[in-house]
């Protein structure tokens, strides 16, 4: 069996030289360093993806308090929800404790979501329910340790998702 992997000695020079020799063929296929580049994978994501508007599904998916699914974005999850207001947030499906994704199903209904690691409990809003044992921390304020938003916009019942707080309004 064939299988691509990327080069081990990628790196940003290389990237630079691939991209000046695209650039002087204009009019042929990308070359395959591209495909298989991690740089290029990087800056895809940091630069495109990150800083986009994505379509990351319709609103018919979580029709009722509690419903859920993943949208996967590069290594990232990010939980679609729907709370008891049925408002819909798009949050980072990470604890704010130890980084454990706190949502391991696909899609489903929850009635609030558990990081494994420590127990620590939050809302369908992300806000945080519950954290072991952070009472007794001087200066421990739940409001700080929250799922981490995305910004969403509803359209038409499309659901759509920008991981960058200074992108542009989705209409103008």
Same mark, same amino acid.
């Given at each position: 069996?064939?299988?691509?992997?990327?080069?081990?000695?990628?790196?940003?020079?290389?990237? !630079?030289?691939?991209?000046?020799?695209?650039?002087?063929?204009?009019?042929?296929?990308?070359a =395959?360093?591209?495909?298989?580049?991690?740089?290029?994978?990087?800056?895809?994501?940091?630069?495109?993806?990150?800083? =986009?508007w994505?379509?990351?599904?319709?609103?018919s998916?979580?029709?009722?308090?509690?419903?859920?699914?993943?949208?996967?974005?590069?290594?990232? =999850?990010?939980?679609?929800?729907? !709370?008891?207001?049925?408002?819909?947030?798009?949050?980072?499906?990470?604890?704010?404790?130890?980084?454990?994704?706190?949502?391991?199903?696909?899609?489903?209904?929850?009635?609030?979501y558990?990081?494994?690691?420590?127990?620590?409990?939050?809302?369908? !809003?992300?806000?945080?329910?519950?954290?072991?044992?952070?009472?007794?921390?001087?200066?421990?304020?739940?409001?700080?340790?929250?799922?981490?938003?995305?910004?969403?916009?509803?359209?038409?019942?499309?659901?759509?998702?920008?991981?960058?707080?200074?992108?542009?309004?989705?209409?103008?």
């Amino acid at each position: 069996m064939k299988f691509i992997a990327t080069d081990i000695e990628d790196c940003p020079a290389k990237l !630079d030289l691939n991209v000046v020799s695209q650039l002087e063929k204009p009019g042929i296929a990308m070359a =395959s360093y591209f495909y298989r580049s991690h740089l290029t994978y990087e800056r895809e994501l940091d630069r495109l993806f990150f800083k =986009s508007w994505l379509y990351a599904g319709h609103s018919s998916q979580i029709p009722s308090e509690g419903d859920f699914f993943l949208y996967e974005i590069g290594e990232d =999850s990010i939980i679609i929800s729907r !709370d008891a207001q049925g408002d819909i947030h798009a949050l980072m499906n990470i604890c704010r404790h130890r980084g454990a994704r706190v949502c391991a199903e696909s899609s489903g209904h929850k009635k609030f979501y558990v990081c494994p690691y420590h127990g620590w409990a939050f809302n369908l !809003d992300g806000t945080l329910r519950a954290a072991r044992h952070m009472k007794r921390k001087a200066g421990f304020n739940p409001h700080d340790y929250g799922l981490k938003r995305m910004r969403l916009i509803q359209y038409e019942g499309l659901i759509f998702i920008n991981c960058d707080p200074e992108a542009p309004d989705f209409l103008p």
